[in-house]
């Protein structure tokens, strides 16, 4: 296993002293993967002052936990061997005991696969044949699953994040084991629940189909969702499928339209009709899908920006597509969204209808002709205040008009310049308004 060179510098540091030290966790998983890893951390025999003795740069990152981080060329985290006991809030051990058996330390960790350690000298210490999981493709608990959950409830969500991050299925008695200690989810903290979904969006969002029952008490709706099939020429997947697949037709990671995709249908099931056709309608479920993504964007305290784009996207995710000025001024001046929002929903309003059944996606040939009206339309009609030739200023100096006044001229002048481009003249504009 290839190790930086500031990574062998501190094991032969630790090791001259007298102490053990091991490369240890996701960079061991990597290296055995095949994989390059991106970051190292190092276990060891050595006590927190001895560690801080031995090297001339720390800080104390966790030093009451056993962790000191040692600044070499990149900062890194050295945790003496340990082992932990009574979890009274499952997520953070009330004790922690340092010990001087690597077996002890890894015997603690959450998965097979992170429970390995490695050295130059005694290569990979693998006591719970992480090794074998990894060919298996399979996460698995160390020792008894229940008490992993028991102990820190936010392993329930790591476990589905690594099957989504590795392609890996879950073993039978962890899967069991979670199931049986999911409510034990409400212990942990709604912004390490939303981050960690947040990554399995940007891995696999499919993952999500086995996390219903999961995050239930939070998105209730998935699990309708999962359950509410679609009768209609414009699908052929029930509403939980159609929202995952249009998760995963996204070209992007950008984290607003993840969000938006995964949460744009959650109001079917409520909306849902069945005419006597025998066909399914789903009226008004934008509006209702709005009300659920502005409470999800609440609830799980995300940053300001998404809970407001968000909700905005949903609302508009099913809208016609007219390829015409007039569609392109209602988004961009009537409702005032910036370049950047129409970016996203155009990248959402395709990702939806990638996910409809073949009839469905007809649509797109209409997104094509506005999206390619809406590209010539950004580079010759002008959208903001900031295109005009002319600012409040400018109307200030030259006519009567004050306050609220000086908007409303602006707007005026912004509508005529963008139906009438050649109009986005200084001089031109100053006798618009003086009319």
């Known amino acids: 296993m290839y190790l930086p060179d500031y990574v062998m510098k501190t094991l032969k540091t630790l090791n001259d002293a007298g102490y053990e030290a091991y490369v240890v966790g996701g960079c061991v998983r990597d290296y055995v993967m095949g994989k390059k890893p991106n970051d190292y951390d190092i276990c060891t025999s050595a006590l927190p002052d001895e560690m801080e003795a031995l090297f001339e740069r720390t800080i104390p990152t966790g030093k009451k936990h056993g962790t000191i981080t040692v600044l070499t060329e990149e900062p890194l985290e050295v945790t003496t061997f340990r082992k932990e006991s009574d979890y009274e809030d499952h997520r953070h051990p009330d004790r922690v005991e340092f010990v001087s058996d690597i077996e002890i330390d890894l015997s603690r960790r959450d998965f097979t696969i992170n429970a390995m350690a490695y050295h130059p000298d005694t290569g990979i210490i693998d006591p719970f044949d992480g090794q ?35 392609a890996f299925t879950m073993d039978v008695e962890t899967r069991d084991a979670l199931n049986m200690n999911a409510d034990l989810l409400k212990y942990v903290s709604v912004e390490r629940i939303r981050d960690e979904v947040n990554q399995i969006l940007k891995y696999n969002p499919w993952q999500i189909k086995e996390m219903t029952k999961l995050l239930e008490p939070w998105i209730p709706e998935l699990e309708l969702a999962d359950k509410c099939e679609q009768v209609s020429p414009w699908h052929n997947m029930n509403v939980l499928d159609h929202i995952l697949k249009a998760v995963m037709s996204s070209p992007v990671k950008d984290e607003t339209v993840l969000w938006t995709l995964f949460l744009h249908d959650l109001g079917k099931p409520a909306c849902k009709t069945t005419s006597t056709e025998g066909r399914d309608h789903f009226y008004a479920h934008p ?35 007219h390829p015409s000025l007039k569609t392109i001024y209602k988004y961009r001046i009537k409702r005032g969204w910036s370049e950047e929002l129409m970016e996203k929903w155009l990248i959402v309003r395709r990702c939806d209808l990638l996910a409809h059944s073949p009839t469905g996606q007809q649509t797109i040939l209409k997104l094509n002709e506005f999206e390619a009206l809406y590209r010539k339309c950004l580079k010759e009609h002008p959208m903001t205040y900031k295109d005009l030739k002319i600012n409040g200023k400018d109307i200030l100096e030259n006519t009567e008009y004050r306050g609220s006044e000086i908007k409303e001229q602006l707007d005026a002048c912004l509508t005529l310049c963008f139906y009438q481009p050649e109009m986005n003249d200084r001089d031109r504009l100053i006798q618009f308004v003086k009319r």
């Open 287 to 321: 509006l209702v899908g709005k009300m659920i993504g502005k409470r999800i964007m609440r609830q799980w305290k995300f940053p300001a920006r998404m809970q407001h784009d968000i909700p905005i996207l949903i609302e508009y995710h099913d809208d016609s597509i």
């Open 132 to 166: 074998k999981d990894i060919k298996r493709k399979v996460v698995r608990c160390v020792g008894d699953a229940r008490t992993r959950f028991e102990e820190d409830a936010l392993r329930m969500l790591r476990a589905h994040r690594f099957c989504a991050k590795l």
